[in-house]
């Protein structure tokens, strides 16, 4: 059994593969059937607990709750929807903290925006969630339910899944990997359509496309570098961490990534009015990404109240867009979705808990 998946003393089921499960029930002198039967109610039915996996006896259950086995589900703490449909869980943990999921959805995609920690060590300054630092890295099991959770919110299968919400997914390896797995192989969505989103943590890309080759084979989800800033000096200014690894070095290794992985890069620039919105920027990140023949996904800074950052103009972010286009950069303008219903990431949680 993966020791990542044990939480203190007790056995979680959820993030588990079908074949670790029939294990799990031979292990436990059970047929193998019904750790089949477990994986059945577990993603397929999307039960909370062992009592609502009606299937197994009733005795086998106490049995289980006994040994400390529990699903390992998380629980809705609060839930709101826009005007769009975009719908943002607070969901809670056992430990008695919460984590922020969105699901975001168009006609033919519903997106889920996972957390991968419970706050952030990173301390981007344009950030809610950073505001608070990390209290703890996410297990595969509450990694997995947001998808799940959504699931059940919106009524609807998850098509795609990206690890932007709250956390830094580099600085928990293991689990992101792992979910990724359970993600693809239990809940049925593609590797390609899973997006990992990074600052940059330094010396880590060669490690992480190591361990995700082990892990999963392939590594065929899209790793996303949040860039921000088109020179080392206003990346500093935004990203703490960039001081400790500049530019140069994180474009070094995101080369390093691909050639290890065969998968490109994209690059998330978030758009700050009169900050790093201007053409010159525009060029400089042209200049600074071209050769990599990737993706950039403009992002419109949605404010927070403790800074003073603005969002960047219509205009703005059109001749941003424009001016990496006509130097050949393939580039699109994500709009903000659920404005209205503390969109950016970590601010629901920060308002849950100051009203606490
Ligand atoms: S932007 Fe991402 S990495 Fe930076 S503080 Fe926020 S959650 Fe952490």
Redesign the pocket.
């Known amino acids: 059994m993966s020791v990542s998946l044990l939480v203190g003393d007790q056995f979680v089921l959820l993030g588990r593969s079908e074949s670790e499960l029939e294990a799990f029930a031979v292990d436990l002198g059970e047929p193998a059937f019904r750790g089949r039967q477990i994986y059945d109610w577990l993603y397929n039915k999307g039960v909370k607990n062992l009592d609502a996996i009606t299937v197994l006896p009733k005795a086998w259950r106490t049995y289980l709750k006994e040994r400390g086995v529990i699903v390992g589900r998380l629980k809705e703490v609060k839930r709101l929807v826009s005007s769009d449909a975009t719908t943002k869980l607070l969901l809670g943990t056992d430990d008695g903290d919460n984590v922020e999921t969105v699901g975001i959805p168009t006609r033919h995609r519903l997106t889920v925006c996972v957390s991968s920690q419970i706050g952030?060590s990173?301390?981007?300054h344009f950030?809610a969630?950073?505001k608070g630092g990390l209290q703890r890295s996410l297990s595969t099991n509450e990694i997995v339910d947001q998808v799940i959770s959504v699931r059940e919110a919106m009524d609807r299968r998850p098509s795609h899944v990206v690890f932007m919400g709250?956390?830094?997914p580099l600085l928990n390896c293991e689990a992101v990997l792992s979910s990724i797995r359970c993600l693809n192989n239990d809940l049925g969505i593609s590797q390609r359509r899973i997006t990992v989103s990074t600052?940059g943590v330094p010396h880590s890309f060669p490690k992480f496309a190591e361990l995700a080759l082990k892990r999963l084979g392939r590594a065929q989800f899209t790793l996303a570098v949040?860039l921000h800033a088109p020179n080392q000096e206003l990346r500093e200014k935004l990203?703490p961490i960039a001081r400790a690894y500049p530019i140069n070095s994180l474009l070094k290794d995101c080369r390093h990534y691909l050639a290890m992985t065969g998968r490109r890069i994209s690059f998330e620039y978030i758009l700050l009015g009169g900050l790093n919105d201007r053409l010159e920027h525009a060029e400089q990140l042209a200049d600074l990404v071209g050769s990599f023949q990737s993706h950039i996904n403009l992002i419109a800074y949605n404010p927070i109240k403790e800074e003073q950052f603005k969002r960047p103009t219509l205009n703005a972010i059109k001749a941003f867009q424009n001016a990496l286009e006509l130097r050949g950069v393939a580039v699109s303008f994500r709009s903000s979705r659920g404005l209205d219903q503390s969109a950016a990431?970590?601010q629901l949680r920060r308002q849950h808990t100051d009203a606490c």
Request: aromatic share 0%.
């Open positions: 952030c990173m301390g981007c950030c969630t950073g709250m956390g830094e600052v949040s990203i990431c970590g």
